[in-house]
T-cell receptor
Framework: KNQVEQSPQSLIILEGKNCTLQ??????????LRWYKQDTGRGPVSLTI?????NTKSNGRYTATLDADTKQSSLHITASQLSDSASYIC?????????????FGKGTKLSVKP | DSGVTQTPKHLITATGQRVTLRCSPR?????VYWYQQSLDQGLQFLIQ???????AKGNILERFSAQQFPDLHSELNLSSLELGDSALYFC?????????????FGPGTRLTVL
């Protein structure tokens, strides 16, 4: 069964600290993996999109890694800021990347405290 | 601002009623997607349109329907509303209908069914 599981479910860190969020998937075949940031009550915003051949991608203080062999991805946030408080959603696209094969994780809720 | 607009922002209605949610995609985007996000739940893909034609269907109830018009705006119709339909409804748009194409999300419509 195609699934995307994220851990931890929630995380509290102090401002300035780093953190890493995990995503494991069983989607097959695989096309690409995306990380989104969603502020409470707002629409998700794309952080990174990685295809099979990419194993790391950065967007400012956000760095995503992908291991297609173990079907794992991580999102590393460096020097966290209060504005990083949000849900982070891992999404895996299967097949030819068609929408019908987009599998969403439930997200990790990150709280950054001063 | 993603460039995707959704109206209305909030909608309060009663069980059994019918509502229409509207979405205007980013300029140049041909594909529109609809998602439902219930309280503390992950995003659920409902349906996708590309240049006026339905491209993919997700977990969309029979009471729900959508269409994309020649000017590319889309409407999601929800009928015979139930309490459980209360949720945030997001629209997203992208240039293509499949592949590694970034989706841009609107601000959402919050539907409350009383």
């Amino acid at each position: 069964k195609n699934q995307v599981e994220q851990s931890p479910q929630s995380l509290i860190i102090l401002e300035g600290k780093n953190c890493t969020l995990q995503c494991n998937y069983t989607v097959s075949p695989f096309s690409n993996l995306r990380w989104y940031k969603q502020d409470t009550g707002r629409g998700p915003v794309s952080l990174t999109i990685m295809t099979f051949s990419e194993n790391t991608k950065s967007n400012g203080r956000y760095t995503a890694t992908l291991d297609a062999d173990t079907k794992q991805s991580s999102l590393h946030i460096t020097a966290s800021q209060l504005s990083d408080s949000a849900s982070y959603i891992c999404v895996v696209s299967g097949g030819r990347g068609s929408q019908g094969n987009l599998i969403f994780g439930k997200g990790t809720k990150l709280s950054v405290k001063p | 601002d993603s460039g995707v607009t959704q109206t209305p922002k909030h909608l309060i209605t009663a069980t059994g009623q019918r509502v229409t949610l509207r979405c205007s995609p980013r300029s140049g985007d041909l594909s529109v997607y609809w998602y439902q996000q219930s309280l503390d739940q992950g995003l659920q893909f409902l349906i996708q349109y590309y240049n006026g034609e339905e491209r993919a269907k997700g977990n969309i109830l029979e009471r729900f329907s959508a269409q994309q018009f020649p000017d590319l705006h889309s409407e999601l119709n929800l009928s015979s509303l139930e309490l459980g339909d209360s949720a945030l409804y997001f629209c997203a748009s992208s240039v293509a209908w499949a592949g590694v194409n970034e989706q841009f999300f609107g601000p959402g419509t919050r539907l409350t069914v009383l």
